[in-house]
């Protein structure tokens, strides 16, 4: 069961704590700053209890037009068990609450939060397959021209007389030159459609984003 903090819940705030001095140290909360970001009007906590007892919890700020997640955690015998995605889930409930949510920041990559932000699906993956075939047919045509049509090579006494025939020879070429378009093709592409270019402020509201804070930037629905 996921349950908002409100500040009568002593014995919960308590284990939160507990919680938070065991599993981040010395950037743990304090206990006054946990039972504040109770008390507050732009935070909350959620914790996931299991025979009343917190077994996870999610931290979160509102900052007007961003929510900042400041804590996440499991109970160690309860992890990799989908607790903390649950808790994440929390983020849809934003979309009944008239918010839109614009943009999520993480330091590292979420799984599940495209499909619950109802992001459609990349389609990086069919350009990266269109640029393997441009290095494909560049790389046949590159080893058949120079090769066997332009400088025809007379090794050991056995000319090129077809691509076909040599074809086994050029496959390390051709294969590099496939690998090659795909990648370079395809961080281009990334970079384009990202937006993202040499001297480019970054668009996060918050740095610490890049480092150790979830953000998640809303918007009041129009």
Same mark, same amino acid.
């Given at each position: 069961?996921?349950?908002k *903090?409100?500040?009568? &819940? !002593?014995?919960? =705030?308590?284990? /939160?704590?507990?919680? +938070?001095?065991?599993i981040? $140290?010395?950037? %743990?909360?304090?206990?006054?700053?946990?039972?504040?970001?109770?008390?507050?009007?732009?935070?909350?906590?959620?914790?996931?209890?299991?025979?009343?007892?917190?077994?996870?919890?999610?931290?979160? *700020?509102?900052?007007? &037009? !961003?929510?900042? =997640?400041?804590? /996440?955690?499991?109970? +160690?015998?309860?992890?990799? $068990?989908?607790? %903390?995605?649950?808790?994440?889930?929390?983020?849809?409930?934003?979309?009944?609450?008239?918010?839109?949510?614009?943009?999520?920041?993480t330091?590292?990559?979420?799984?599940?939060?495209?499909?619950? *932000?109802?992001?459609?699906?990349?389609?990086?993956?069919?350009?990266?397959?269109?640029?393997?075939?441009?290095?494909?047919?560049?790389?046949?045509?590159?080893?058949?021209?120079?090769?066997?049509k332009?400088?025809?090579?007379?090794?050991?006494?056995?000319?090129?007389?077809?691509?076909?025939?040599?074809?086994?020879?050029?496959?390390?070429?051709?294969?590099?030159?496939?690998?090659?378009?795909?990648?370079?093709?395809?961080?281009?592409?990334?970079?384009?459609?990202?937006r993202?270019?040499?001297?480019?402020?970054?668009?996060?509201?918050?740095?610490?984003?890049?480092?150790?804070?979830?953000?998640?930037?809303?918007?009041?629905?129009?």
């Open positions: 069961m996921i349950k *903090l409100t500040i009568n &819940d !002593v014995d919960y =705030i308590e284990q /939160i704590f507990n919680l +938070e001095k065991d981040f $140290k010395n950037s %743990a909360f304090s206990k006054e700053s946990t039972e504040n970001l109770v008390k507050a009007d732009n935070s909350f906590i959620y914790a996931y209890l299991i025979d009343e007892k917190v077994c996870g919890y999610l931290m979160v *700020l509102d900052s007007i &037009d !961003v929510y900042e =997640i400041l804590a /996440i955690a499991t109970v +160690e015998e309860y992890r990799n $068990k989908g607790i %903390a995605q649950e808790l994440l889930d929390k983020i849809k409930e934003l979309k009944s609450d008239g918010k839109e949510i614009q943009e999520v920041y330091p590292f990559y979420v799984h599940g939060l495209a499909e619950a *932000l109802g992001l459609k699906r990349t389609r990086l993956g069919k350009a990266t397959f269109l640029y393997g075939l441009i290095g494909l047919f560049f790389g046949c045509w590159l080893t058949y021209f120079t090769m066997i332009d400088w025809p090579m007379d090794i050991g006494g056995k000319p090129n007389a077809t691509f076909w025939q040599n074809l086994p020879a050029f496959v390390p070429v051709i294969f590099e030159l496939v690998v090659y378009f795909a990648a370079h093709l395809l961080v281009i592409s990334f970079f384009i459609r990202s993202l270019y040499p001297f480019k402020k970054a668009e996060n509201p918050i740095k610490k984003s890049s480092d150790d804070k979830f953000v998640i930037q809303v918007r009041d629905k129009k």
